[in-house]
């Protein structure tokens, strides 16, 4: 299984709901993250987890919260959002935190209004 | 600052030769990665460089020069289904990519 697999594909939220996205991977891979990716620009880096340990948290708002149950598995909570949040968000895995060959989920698309 | 510089668009002709130069100026550098995207997809890792010099993989190549801070992504035997954006991707502490190049393949 070379998959990694995101849900939901598609999430409208308003500014006071909260909700959660999901990512799964079944590679064994230790190394897991999450980007945010708006139209016609590149992905850019929110979080990191290596070996189910939050390494890298690339400034985010607290309005983001990842969470790593276990190496399978990374979930983003994501409460009180704004509009400008509105964007592809992105899971991708690798066997080791080295970023050298990331797999990416096909996405989350989350329009908050 | 940290930079990536690569090309906006891109383009050429079916069963053609295309190459995407990628310059970059970062504190620290580990390697140079390509990523390929579809439009509504997710990125698709292409190939990885540490090392100066030429990886191949099928159609597609790349190739590192560490002392020019350069790399590009050469693919050949363009195919329509080549019509993507190609990024570019540094890794040092963490992983920076550029802006990326929108690929254009005329029949």
């Known amino acids: 299984d070379t998959e990694v697999t995101q849900t939901p594909k598609h999430l409208v939220m308003g500014m006071t709901n909260k909700k959660s996205l999901k990512c799964e991977q079944h590679m064994g891979h230790r190394a897991m993250y999450w980007y945010k990716q708006k139209a016609k620009k590149p992905p850019e880096l929110m979080f990191v987890y290596s070996y189910e340990k939050l390494s890298i948290n690339e400034s985010v708002p607290s309005r983001f919260s990842p969470e790593c149950p276990n190496s399978s598995l990374l979930n983003l909570h994501l409460h009180a959002l704004q509009p400008e949040d509105s964007a592809l968000y992105l899971c991708?895995?690798?066997?080791?935190?080295?970023?050298?060959?990331?797999?990416f989920g096909p996405g989350t698309r989350l329009t908050v209004l | 600052g940290q930079s990536l510089e690569q090309p906006s668009e891109v383009t050429a002709v079916e069963g053609a030769i295309v190459q995407i130069n990628c310059t970059y100026q970062t504190s620290g550098f580990y390697g140079l990665s390509w990523y390929q995207q579809h439009d509504g997809g997710a990125p698709t890792f292409l190939s990885y460089n540490a090392l100066d010099g030429l990886e191949e993989t099928g159609r597609f190549s790349s190739f590192l020069s560490r002392s020019d801070s350069y790399g590009y992504l050469l693919l050949q035997e363009l195919q329509m289904k080549d019509s993507a954006s190609y990024f570019c991707?540094?890794?040092?502490?963490?992983?920076?990519f550029g802006k990326g190049t929108r690929l254009h393949i005329l029949p």
């Open positions: 991708a895995s690798s066997q080791e935190g080295g970023y050298n060959e990331q797999f």
């Open positions: 991707a540094v890794k040092d502490d963490k992983i920076i």
